[in-house]
């Protein structure tokens, strides 16, 4: 770090820019889901409370407590049916889009890609939320961000290597970078060592000194006695106690924070704990609603500023993953030399050609394309759900984030189809002719095949809900490409049935064009080779006509996938699970 950044963020250290104070309330908020067998479960019963600012708050209780519900709720991650949540006199759910920008939430998840450094971490994450601030501002909010959290010393190490406790900090400056009023954390200190969690709770009692409200999910009782407020779930969401660590001890009659817990279980039932505490003293009823408080809005980053930051951190993720670029690299290269073994070279040759071969040859290229196309696109997004939810909570559209995966693996798919055609060729695995007239139409179909295999690949990746799911997926896309696509077993054989399934394959559409690019009707011609003419029999006009259709077809595809994977990412329920 420079020593005029330095500088900049020791000030920033000495005299914080405040945010302002955060006054939450909260007003009968009742949570129900359909459990089993149709029965409603009840997850938050009629909470009632209020949240000072400026305050470290743990929210507490048993497994099954609603911990988790209600943090959620409170950050506008979950919306409220029920009830009411209030900042500063506004109303959440009125002001949900305005006010998420306003908030830092951490999940439990780490949600930094752990390819990137510190720095580069929160240098992207700056581009994204700070629009209007020039590229020295955002510098300094990054470094400011890592001098607080003590992540300047790590600034040029990967993610991947830092321990427990550095990876959260980084998520968490994350979210400092735009000085949010109220900062959102599940079970920060879930994972961690005691000294590690404890050091992490002090730092977050730090950032209440900047303004912020803090509140943080816990089961741990350590975690509580450096709070300002706990505020203790019963088992299905009752309110047991809300107010500082020291007065729920004389409230329980305890002499320990983790008898709190047994008590809350054993003394009495949920309904009743939450009847208790209403009538005592430490309750505090939310004031009724009156002026609504009108949010500051931030500014949105544009669509286009999005999608070239996304591409510039894919690309830079993408690079920084030696084993990936291996597979990537090695998987066309292992077929392609699986394709020079297996078929035999001169199979177009008019002199003695072999028609069977041919149309082998043609089918296992084009499904190389959609193959290549289907992996690179299938683990793009299902491996970064957590970081998209949040991201998408704060200001993420989804059609710059599908865009710019296309824009990281388009380029891939080029140079993949482009040596796959050379080498080949070379190799006299492909038949002679024009560069303009057979290879550059070739070319165009295998990418289009790609094309709308990775697009399939997105939809497929976005639609499911963890990684391990998508390899699953991967066979029964594989399989019907293989049966419907025309090679095989020719389209015109096809059962009815048969026909109608082929015309949403793509590879179907790129066989087609590809036989037609080389001329397969030569092939077939009398004279040529004894299987010629029953073949030509079988597949009839398969490879009669100009491209046009097939390539219109495939691009088609291609836009239909992309279109239906941002209708599921932006219908798809945030969840950091």
Same mark, same amino acid.
């Not at 500051?296 to 500014?299: A, D, I, K, P």
């Not at 030399?337 to 070279?345: C, E, I, S």
């Given at each position: 770090m420079s020593t005029l950044a330095l500088q900049r963020s020791m000030a920033a250290l000495e005299a914080p820019e405040l945010t302002a104070p955060v006054r939450i309330e909260v007003r009968g908020l009742r949570v129900e889901v359909e459990g089993a067998r149709g029965r409603r479960q009840t997850l938050l019963s009629d909470l009632s409370f209020v949240l000072e600012p400026g305050e470290l708050v743990a929210i507490v209780g048993g497994?099954?407590?609603?911990?988790?519900t209600l943090l959620n709720c409170l950050a506008g991650v979950r919306p409220v049916a029920t009830g009411m949540v209030r900042y500063n006199g506004g109303d959440l759910a009125q002001n949900l889009t305005n006010y998420r920008t306003l908030f830092g939430y951490v999940p439990q998840d780490d949600i930094v890609h752990r390819e990137l450094t510190v720095e580069r971490t929160l240098h992207y994450a700056a581009r994204l939320r700070l629009a209007g601030l020039g590229p020295d501002e955002r510098l300094e909010r990054v470094e400011r961000a890592m001098a607080v959290l003590g992540l300047a010393a790590h600034a040029r190490q990967k993610v991947s290597s830092l321990s427990g406790g550095q990876r959260k900090r980084t998520s968490i400056g994350a979210?400092?970078?735009?000085?949010?009023?109220?900062?959102? *954390?599940?079970?920060?200190?879930?994972? *961690?060592? =005691?000294?590690?969690?404890?050091?992490?709770? $002090?730092?977050?009692?730090?950032?209440?000194?900047?303004?912020?409200?803090?509140?943080?999910?816990?089961?741990t009782p350590a975690d509580i006695a450096g709070c300002d407020r706990v505020v203790f779930l019963a088992r299905g969401g009752h309110l047991g106690f809300n107010g500082t660590p020291a007065a729920a001890l004389a409230y329980f009659g305890t002499t320990t924070l983790g008898e709190i817990y047994q008590k809350l279980v054993s003394e009495a039932t949920p309904a009743e704990w939450a009847g208790r505490f209403r009538s005592s003293d430490h309750y505090q009823e939310p004031a009724a609603p009156g002026v609504q408080a009108t949010p500051?809005?931030? $500014?949105r980053t544009g669509l286009a500023h999005q999608a070239i930051v996304l591409t510039e951190r894919n690309f830079e993720i993408l690079l920084n993953?030696?084993?990936?670029?291996?597979?990537? @690299?090695?998987?066309?290269?292992?077929?392609?030399?699986?394709?020079?073994?297996?078929?035999?070279?001169?199979?177009?040759?008019?002199?003695?050609?072999?028609?069977?071969?041919?149309?082998?040859?043609?089918?296992?290229? @084009?499904? /190389?394309?959609?193959?290549?196309?289907?992996?690179?696109?299938?683990?793009?997004?299902?491996?970064?759900?957590?970081?998209f939810h949040r991201e998408r909570l704060v200001n993420l559209r989804v059609g710059p984030y599908v865009l710019s995966k296309m824009a990281v693996l388009v380029p891939l798919m080029v140079v993949v189809v482009v040596l796959m055609v050379g080498i080949l060729r070379a190799l006299d695995r492909l038949p002679s002719g024009s560069f303009v007239d057979v290879y550059i139409p070739i070319t165009i179909t295998l990418l289009l095949d790609g094309l709308a295999a990775i697009a399939l690949g997105l939809l497929s990746s976005a639609a499911v809900s963890r990684p391990e799911q998508a390899t699953l997926v991967l066979p029964m896309l594989c399989f019907p490409q293989v049966l419907f696509s025309g090679a095989i077993l020719p389209v015109p054989l096809m059962a009815?049935?048969?026909?109608?399934?082929?015309?949403?394959?793509?590879?179907?559409?790129?066989?087609?064009?590809?036989?037609?690019?080389?001329?397969?009707?030569?092939?077939?011609?009398?004279? @040529?080779?004894?299987?010629?003419? =029953?073949? $030509?029999?079988?597949?009839?006009?398969?490879?009669?006509? /100009?491209?046009?259709?097939?390539?219109?077809?495939?691009?088609?595809?291609?836009?239909?996938f992309l279109a239906a994977t941002c209708v599921v990412l932006a219908r798809k329920k945030t969840s950091f699970s």
């Open positions: 497994s099954g407590a609603g911990k988790t979210e400092l970078l735009t000085d949010p009023g109220v900062f959102f *954390l599940d079970e920060p200190t879930s994972g *961690l060592d =005691p000294a590690t969690g404890q050091d992490m709770m $002090r730092q977050l009692k730090q950032l209440t000194g900047r303004g912020s409200t803090v509140i943080v999910t816990t089961h500051r809005v931030r $500014r993953n030696r084993l990936t670029l291996a597979i990537l @690299a090695g998987a066309p290269a292992m077929v392609i030399g699986m394709f020079a073994v297996l078929f035999r070279p001169g199979a177009f040759a008019l002199a003695d050609p072999s028609p069977q071969a041919a149309i082998m040859i043609l089918f296992w290229v @084009a499904f /190389g394309g959609f193959f290549f196309g289907l992996t690179y696109g299938l683990l793009q997004i299902c491996t970064e759900f957590s970081i009815p049935v048969g026909k109608v399934i082929s015309y949403a394959m793509s590879d179907r559409w790129a066989f087609d064009a590809l036989g037609k690019s080389v001329d397969m009707n030569r092939l077939f011609g009398e004279g @040529a080779s004894p299987l010629g003419p =029953p073949l $030509r029999q079988q597949y009839e006009d398969t490879f009669s006509g /100009g491209l046009a259709v097939d390539w219109i077809v495939m691009a088609g595809m291609t836009v239909f």
